[in-house]
Every structure is written in structure tokens, then in C-alpha cells.
């Protein structure tokens, strides 16, 4: 008997009381594991997730998560060889494979990266500036983004058994959420061993991966208002999951990408001999074909111009003889099997509910010519392009999860569009045109209808990653059909798990909650030039306040004599009078900063290494000749670099008058070496 799949659960690997349901490689049919999770104790995991692995990944910072997401791709990376030997038996080629696996550890390496560069070495993230409450300035509120208490249980289907589970996992642990797993049990076996190499790394804290190999019945009886469920797979199960009590009344929040009735539309302003006619053709046959036709992503309907349907159709037709199916072993095999029998059934099934209205023009919906393999035992099937007839409504309802795309022929590209929204809500749809307005035309016909939208021409198409490429910078998921969620996105998909909260409070008390200086909060005058102290000296608050500088004509004439910047507003008398804004010659704003920083930099070598730099900068009073600026700089964040000798400290800068009013306002960035031993 072949090895029945186990549960990560609660700290120990677990395997069920009873010999488990068969799962068969795609393309022999032979057993390649069993699953069931009878006896398994879902409570458990919930409890061990919430207080083992949750406190554990709190008390890290966003750039403590992110270098173990580091280490864990680099881990997975080198021992990618394994998952790539067991992805065959889910029927994908080396191809279908890297899409799965490099692309999940592509996915842990992004999130890693921005964790550090684009989230504080802290456990709270600042949502917009700071909002003035009072007249007095004593009462302001701030935005902040916190942890949840709670777990992300992630729920896989079959088609990504790795990618699935990385590109949830990832943000999740990034927000301080551990995550209990469910993957699609046709293909859990390659899920499992995932696991299992992360598990044995000893990477990640424990508690904060679990794993459910097989069903998950009671797993969201348990959970609570601090919990969240993303769900991948079809609009039938989640509609059982929205159901839920716990999802009706109970606060767990449900994300769900489901169903998607995806679209490419060929641009009216394209003809036959364009770049991006072949462009087109060539990306719907990738989508088609790649884990043969299996990804959530893949082009279901080919919208074009009724004038080119006939050539577009003889150029599919054309690409897809060049397509040679069978056995993914072979090295000569381009397209795979499907996930398993059952799934081709599907798949012959909602093709025989698409002929209602439409005729298959390119493969035979019987065919089993095969480059290898045996069609009987093997989950193979043919790519199959379909030609809708006038008013079809069919290819806009149905959605073949496999090798098959319906064209379309639209008149007008309102009608492109219009039928493109009869998908009602998908994942993604791409354009192919090199007009500029046909592009802002579809892109915002498309928009309210689609997650995302790839907008393909000759300029892009060499760095294009394709249509049915999720990206972890760029938001994946769609609104109606597509059900409505959202995943990665960048730092959008970590924030989407962590709570925003609203803080109102004097500066001096903000600035304790956020570790933030809020303005109008304490600042601390030592005698001890800030720029003499070593990250492990300063303090929050930490500031020096310069002796004031006067502002001659002789600087402003030089200034614009030596840059070159002579806007009339420096240099004409008569001109600059005349500007409402102005009334007579002011100084250059890059001027004034220049003069700041001379009024506070100390010039000698010390802990501070290098600025690189300057945020939110603001001109808000003109400078003219003879008045005297000063500047306050204070310690506003100091951040501290994993893995350096040095850290970043962001300063608040403001430029006042000899009146006291601001002139300019701005955000100094330094690298600070975190201690110094002055010479």
C-alpha cells in the first residue's frame, strides 16, 4: 500500500486511523498516496496556533519575519529538487512545475524584501500622517495597522499545490498570523512534502505552520472574530463557506477567489500583420496550455474583431498543432494531464454545455493523440478552441477548467467590453493594442470588472510576464464571479490581515504608542549634537535648533547663477512682482534646504555615515532677501538594519522665519553606524 499523506498538527506529525482515500498520478493512473484526516483534532491545532505560534511570531518585528521568509526561500531553493521529482505526478512538465514551485519561492523571497525595505523593524505599521485634532495642537490621531490575535486558515485548490500554499503563507506571516493549511487533496501529496521540508528546517517558529491532509470538516467551527479564511476553488464551496455561522455572524472575516470567466481582447486598431496579432495568439495558446489550461488565471474567452475571428482561429489552430501532449516524463512533451481523471470529466462536461451555443473549430473533444502515455489511464486531453455563434451566452456562464478557450467576435469595441463584463467579475483580462486610446478605453471599461488588467504590445512584450501571471507586487483576485477577494499585492496583502485602528491622543502620548516623534511632542536638547551620537545614544526626540542664517540677494543671485535655475521669480524684479504668489524676488526652495543643512549638519566625521534621502518635502512660506531662517531637527524614527552595522534614523526638519513661521517643512533620512568610538 502506498504511504498515507499526514497532518503538521499541534507540533507533531499525525496520521489518520483508517487507510485514506487513493490519489493517482495524472498521467499512469498508478497510486501515489492515500489521504484522510479521520481522528484528526482541529481544536488542537487552533489552540496550538493562536497560543504557541501566534505569540511567538508577535514578539518578532516585520524585519525579523521577512529574514526568516529569506531563509526559507533559500532553503526551499535548494532542495527544489525533490518537490520538482513529485511534481510529475500531478501531470505538470518541468514548466507547469517552475510556474509552481520557483514561482511560490519567488513568492517568499518578494515578501522578504519588502518586508525590510517598505515596513518598519517594528511590530506596528503608521497608516497616512498625522491628523490635527485640536486647535492647540495637544489632541491629534494617528492611523496604525496592528497584529491580529488570531489564525489564517488557508484553503488550497488542487492546481498550485505549492505556489497555493507560499503566496498566502507569506503575507500572512509577514502580518504575525500563523497558518493552518488545507490544500486540494488531488495533488496534497506535493503540498505534504513542502511541509515537511519547512518543517524540518526548523525555520519558522513552531506553531505558526499546520497542516490539514484531507478533509477539514469542524476546522472553521472553531474559529473566531480574530480569525480569517482564504479560499481558493469553486463558487460552490464557497458558497458553503460563506454560509458558515461564524462567517455570517460570527466576525471571521472570508476572502475568496473563485470561478473566473477570464478575457483577452484582440484591439480593433490590430491587423493580421501587427506585432501584436501574434502577440495575442501566442500568449491565448500559453494560457491554454500551461498546466494545461488548469490555473484560475487562464484565458476562457478570446473577445475579437469579427473581420479577424476567421485568421485568428487558423493562427490558434496553427500554434496548437505545434502542441504535443502526453506523459510530462518526456522531455519532449509540452502540455501535460490534467489533475486526474475526474477533473477531465468536468472539463468534457462544461464543453458539451458550451457547444449549445458554440462549435469547436481547432482538436477533437475525444482526441487522444498522445506524444506518450496511455489515454485510458492518463488524465490527457486535447486543447480544444471553440467558435462562439451570434447572441452565445453560454462561454459568459461556463467555465471549462482545462485546455479550452471560446473566441468570440465582437463589432465595436463598446461591445468588447460589454461582453468582457458579461463574466460578471474575474480575475484578469489583457488587451492587446498599441493605440493609446484604445488602451485607457478597455483598460476602464475593464476595471470595475477585473482584478487586474495587462494591456499587451510590441514596447512590453519582451518583459511581459504574460495574462495569467499573479504577481506578489500586484493584487491578485476580482470582484462578482471571481468572489469578491484579494491576495498579495505587495505590502497591500500584509496589511489586508492586520487591524487599522484610529489612536487619538496628546503628541507626547502617540509618539510612546506609535515609537513614532508626533509633532507638538517633547523634544529633548541635550548640549549633545544629535549628529555626534551613535544609534545606541539616540533617542527619540533627540533635537537641535540652529542659530538663524540671513537670506542675502547675493545668495539668491548665486545660487541661480551656479544651477542654472533663473525662473524669473529669482531673478526678474519686475516679473516677480507682478506673481500673485510672490510679489518680488524669492529664494530658490532648494536654497533654503541647501541653507538648512548647513545650519545643522555637524562637519565633522562621526556616526553619521551618509544621507540618502529627503521625504514629504513641503515649501510653505516664500523666502526673500533679508529675512533669517533657522531650522529644528529632531529624532523623529530610528530603525535599526538586520544583519548591518548601521541603521536608519529619519529626522523632522522645519525651516522657520524670523517670524516663526514654517518655511519649509521635510523628512532628513540618514544611515547612522549603530555604535562609535570617536577617534
Given at each position: 500500500?502506498?504511504?498515507?499523506?499526514?497532518?503538521?498538527?499541534?507540533?507533531?506529525?499525525?496520521?489518520?486511523?483508517?487507510?485514506?482515500?487513493?490519489?493517482?498520478?495524472?498521467?499512469?493512473?498508478?497510486?501515489?498516496?492515500?489521504?484522510?484526516?479521520?481522528?484528526?483534532?482541529?481544536?488542537?491545532?487552533?489552540?496550538?496556533?493562536?497560543?504557541?505560534?501566534g505569540?511567538?511570531?508577535?514578539?518578532?518585528?516585520?524585519?525579523?519575519?521577512?529574514?526568516?521568509?529569506?531563509?526559507?526561500?533559500?532553503?526551499?531553493?535548494?532542495?527544489?529538487?525533490?518537490?520538482?521529482?513529485?511534481?510529475?505526478?500531478?501531470?505538470?512538465?518541468s514548466?507547469?512545475?517552475?510556474?509552481?514551485?520557483?514561482?511560490?519561492?519567488?513568492?517568499?523571497?518578494?515578501?522578504?524584501?519588502k518586508?525590510?525595505?517598505?515596513?518598519?523593524?517594528?511590530?506596528?505599521?503608521l497608516?497616512?500622517?498625522?491628523?490635527?485634532?485640536?486647535?492647540?495642537?495637544?489632541?491629534?490621531?494617528?492611523?496604525?495597522?496592528?497584529?491580529?490575535?488570531?489564525?489564517?486558515?488557508?484553503?488550497?485548490?488542487?492546481?498550485?499545490?505549492?505556489?497555493?500554499?507560499?503566496?498566502?503563507?507569506?503575507?500572512a506571516?509577514?502580518a504575525?498570523?500563523?497558518?493552518?493549511?488545507?490544500?486540494?487533496?488531488?495533488?496534497?501529496?506535493?503540498?505534504?512534502?513542502?511541509?515537511?521540508?519547512?518543517?524540518?528546517?526548523?525555520?519558522?517558529?513552531?506553531?505558526?505552520?499546520?497542516?490539514?491532509?484531507?478533509?477539514?470538516?469542524?476546522?472553521?467551527?472553531?474559529?473566531t472574530?480574530?480569525?480569517?479564511?482564504?479560499?481558493?476553488?469553486?463558487?460552490?464551496?464557497?458558497?458553503?463557506?460563506?454560509?458558515?455561522?461564524?462567517?455570517?455572524?460570527?466576525?471571521?472575516v472570508?476572502?475568496?477567489?473563485?470561478?473566473?470567466?477570464?478575457?483577452?481582447?484582440?484591439?480593433?486598431?490590430?491587423?493580421?500583420?501587427?506585432?501584436?496579432?501574434?502577440?495575442?495568439?501566442?500568449?491565448?495558446?500559453?494560457?491554454?496550455?500551461?498546466?494545461?489550461?488548469?490555473?484560475?488565471?487562464?484565458?476562457?474567452?478570446?473577445l475579437?474583431?469579427?473581420?479577424?475571428?476567421?485568421?485568428?482561429?487558423?493562427?490558434?489552430?496553427?500554434?496548437?498543432?505545434?502542441?504535443?501532449?502526453?506523459?510530462?516524463?518526456?522531455?519532449?512533451?509540452?502540455?501535460?494531464?490534467?489533475?486526474?481523471?475526474?477533473?477531465?470529466?468536468?472539463?468534457?462536461?462544461?464543453?458539451?454545455?458550451?457547444?449549445?451555443?458554440?462549435?469547436?473549430?481547432?482538436g477533437?473533444?475525444?482526441?487522444?493523440?498522445?506524444?506518450?502515455?496511455?489515454?485510458?489511464?492518463?488524465?490527457f486531453?486535447?486543447?480544444?478552441v471553440?467558435?462562439?455563434?451570434?447572441g452565445?451566452?453560454?462561454?459568459?456562464?461556463?467555465?471549462?477548467?482545462?485546455?479550452?478557450?471560446?473566441?468570440?467576435?465582437?463589432?465595436?469595441?463598446?461591445?468588447?467590453?460589454?461582453?468582457?463584463?458579461?463574466?460578471?467579475?474575474?480575475?484578469?483580462?489583457?488587451?492587446?493594442?498599441?493605440?493609446?486610446?484604445?488602451?485607457?478605453?478597455?483598460?476602464?471599461?475593464?476595471?470595475?470588472w477585473?482584478?487586474?488588467?495587462?494591456?499587451?504590445?510590441?514596447?512590453?512584450?519582451?518583459?511581459?510576464?504574460?495574462?495569467g501571471?499573479?504577481?506578489?507586487?500586484?493584487?491578485?483576485?476580482?470582484?462578482?464571479?471571481?468572489?469578491?477577494?484579494?491576495?498579495?499585492?505587495?505590502?497591500?496583502?500584509?496589511l489586508?490581515?492586520?487591524?487599522r485602528?484610529?489612536?487619538?491622543?496628546?503628541?507626547?502620548?502617540?509618539?510612546?504608542?506609535?515609537?513614532?516623534?508626533?509633532?507638538?511632542?517633547?523634544?529633548?536638547?541635550?548640549?549633545?549634537?544629535?549628529?555626534?551620537?551613535?544609534?545606541?545614544?539616540?533617542?527619540?526626540?533627540?533635537?537641535i535648533?540652529?542659530?538663524?542664517?540671513?537670506?542675502?540677494?547675493?545668495?539668491?543671485?548665486?545660487?541661480?547663477?551656479?544651477?542654472?535655475?533663473?525662473?524669473?521669480?529669482?531673478?526678474?524684479?519686475?516679473?516677480?512682482?507682478?506673481?500673485?504668489?510672490?510679489?518680488?524676488?524669492?529664494?530658490?526652495?532648494?536654497?533654503?534646504?541647501?541653507?538648512?543643512?548647513?545650519?545643522?549638519?555637524?562637519?565633522?566625521?562621526?556616526?553619521?555615515?551618509?544621507?540618502?534621502?529627503?521625504?514629504?518635502?513641503?515649501?510653505?512660506?516664500?523666502?526673500?532677501?533679508?529675512?533669517?531662517?533657522?531650522?529644528?531637527?529632531?529624532?523623529?524614527?530610528?530603525?535599526?538594519?538586520s544583519?548591518?552595522?548601521?541603521?536608519?534614523?529619519?529626522?523632522?526638519?522645519?525651516?522657520t522665519?524670523?517670524?516663526?513661521?514654517?518655511?519649509?517643512?521635510?523628512?532628513?533620512?540618514?544611515?547612522?553606524?549603530?555604535?562609535?568610538?570617536?577617534?
Open positions: 500500500m502506498s504511504t498515507l499523506l499526514e497532518s503538521y498538527a499541534a507540533g507533531r506529525w499525525f496520521r489518520a486511523s483508517d487507510d485514506g482515500e487513493p490519489l493517482l498520478d495524472a498521467a499512469t493512473g498508478e497510486e501515489v498516496a492515500r489521504i484522510s484526516s479521520r481522528g484528526l483534532d482541529v481544536a488542537a491545532m487552533v489552540r496550538h496556533a493562536r497560543d504557541t505560534g505569540p511567538a511570531l508577535r514578539s518578532l518585528t516585520f524585519h525579523e519575519r521577512a529574514a526568516l521568509l529569506k531563509a526559507l526561500a533559500k532553503h526551499l531553493s535548494e532542495r527544489k529538487e525533490e518537490l520538482y521529482a513529485l511534481s510529475v505526478r500531478t501531470g505538470a512538465t514548466r507547469d512545475t517552475a510556474i509552481d514551485v520557483d514561482g511560490g519561492i519567488g513568492t517568499l523571497f518578494s515578501y522578504a524584501s518586508g525590510v525595505r517598505e515596513l518598519p523593524n517594528d511590530t506596528i505599521v497608516d497616512g500622517g498625522l491628523e490635527r485634532l485640536g486647535k492647540g495642537g495637544t489632541f491629534v490621531g494617528q492611523h496604525v495597522y496592528t497584529s491580529r490575535p488570531g489564525v489564517a486558515v488557508q484553503i488550497n485548490a488542487f492546481n498550485f499545490p505549492v505556489w497555493g500554499m507560499l503566496e498566502k503563507l507569506a503575507p506571516f509577514l504575525g498570523l500563523p497558518s493552518i493549511v488545507k490544500p486540494g487533496s488531488q495533488t496534497a501529496y506535493l503540498t505534504e512534502l513542502a511541509v515537511r521540508l519547512i518543517v524540518e528546517s526548523q525555520i519558522l517558529p513552531e506553531g505558526t505552520l499546520q497542516l490539514v491532509a484531507g478533509g477539514a470538516g469542524g476546522l472553521l467551527d472553531e474559529l472574530v480574530q480569525d480569517s479564511v482564504a479560499f481558493t476553488g469553486s463558487a460552490h464551496t464557497a458558497g458553503i463557506l460563506r454560509r458558515h455561522p461564524n462567517v455570517l455572524d460570527g466576525g471571521v472570508l476572502g475568496v477567489e473563485a470561478d473566473s470567466l477570464n478575457c483577452s481582447i484582440l484591439g480593433p486598431d490590430v491587423r493580421a500583420d501587427d506585432p501584436e496579432f501574434d502577440l495575442f495568439v501566442k500568449d491565448v495558446v500559453t494560457e491554454m496550455t500551461v498546466k494545461a489550461g488548469q490555473k484560475c488565471t487562464a484565458i476562457r474567452r478570446v475579437v474583431p469579427g473581420a479577424l475571428a476567421g485568421q485568428v482561429v487558423e493562427a490558434l489552430a496553427e500554434r496548437l498543432a505545434n502542441v504535443s501532449v502526453g506523459d510530462p516524463r518526456n522531455p519532449d512533451v509540452r502540455m501535460g494531464a490534467l489533475a486526474g481523471l475526474g477533473q477531465r470529466e468536468e472539463v468534457r462536461k462544461a464543453v458539451e454545455a458550451l457547444r449549445a451555443s458554440a462549435d469547436v473549430v481547432v477533437d473533444p475525444a482526441g487522444d493523440a498522445l506524444l506518450d502515455g496511455d489515454a485510458t489511464r492518463g488524465a486531453m486535447t486543447p480544444l471553440l467558435l462562439a455563434r451570434p452565445a451566452t453560454e462561454p459568459h456562464d461556463v467555465e471549462p477548467f482545462g485546455p479550452v478557450s471560446t473566441v468570440l467576435a465582437y463589432d465595436g469595441l463598446d461591445e468588447a467590453v460589454a461582453l468582457a463584463a458579461r463574466g460578471r467579475g474575474s480575475l484578469v483580462a489583457s488587451v492587446a493594442t498599441h493605440d493609446p486610446d484604445v488602451a485607457r478605453s478597455v483598460v476602464l471599461g475593464l476595471a470595475p477585473h482584478g487586474r488588467v495587462l494591456v499587451l504590445d510590441r514596447d512590453d512584450a519582451k518583459e511581459s510576464t504574460g495574462h501571471s499573479p504577481l506578489p507586487v500586484l493584487v491578485h483576485g476580482g470582484p462578482g464571479r471571481a468572489g469578491g477577494g484579494e491576495e498579495l499585492g505587495g505590502v497591500r496583502g500584509v489586508h490581515h492586520m487591524q485602528t484610529a489612536v487619538q491622543a496628546s503628541p507626547d502620548l502617540l509618539t510612546a504608542v506609535t515609537g513614532r516623534w508626533t509633532t507638538g511632542a517633547a523634544r529633548a536638547e541635550s548640549g549633545v549634537h544629535p549628529f555626534r551620537k551613535s544609534l545606541a545614544d539616540l533617542r527619540i526626540g533627540d533635537t535648533a540652529s542659530a538663524p542664517r540671513t537670506v542675502s540677494l547675493a545668495d539668491i543671485e548665486h545660487f541661480a547663477e551656479f544651477t542654472g535655475d533663473t525662473f524669473y521669480a529669482h531673478t526678474d524684479p519686475e516679473a516677480a512682482a507682478r506673481n500673485p504668489l510672490f510679489g518680488g524676488i524669492v529664494a530658490h526652495g532648494y536654497l533654503v534646504v541647501s541653507l538648512a543643512a548647513g545650519l545643522f549638519v555637524d562637519p565633522a566625521p562621526g556616526p553619521v555615515l551618509a544621507n540618502f534621502g529627503v521625504d514629504t518635502l513641503r515649501f510653505l512660506t516664500p523666502v526673500k532677501a533679508g529675512d533669517a531662517i533657522a531650522v529644528t531637527l529632531t529624532v523623529k524614527q530610528i530603525t535599526p538594519r544583519g548591518a552595522d548601521y541603521g536608519e534614523v529619519r529626522w523632522d526638519a522645519v525651516v522665519n524670523q517670524e516663526g513661521k514654517a518655511v519649509a517643512t521635510y523628512d532628513v533620512l540618514t544611515l547612522v553606524a549603530k555604535t562609535w568610538d570617536a577617534p
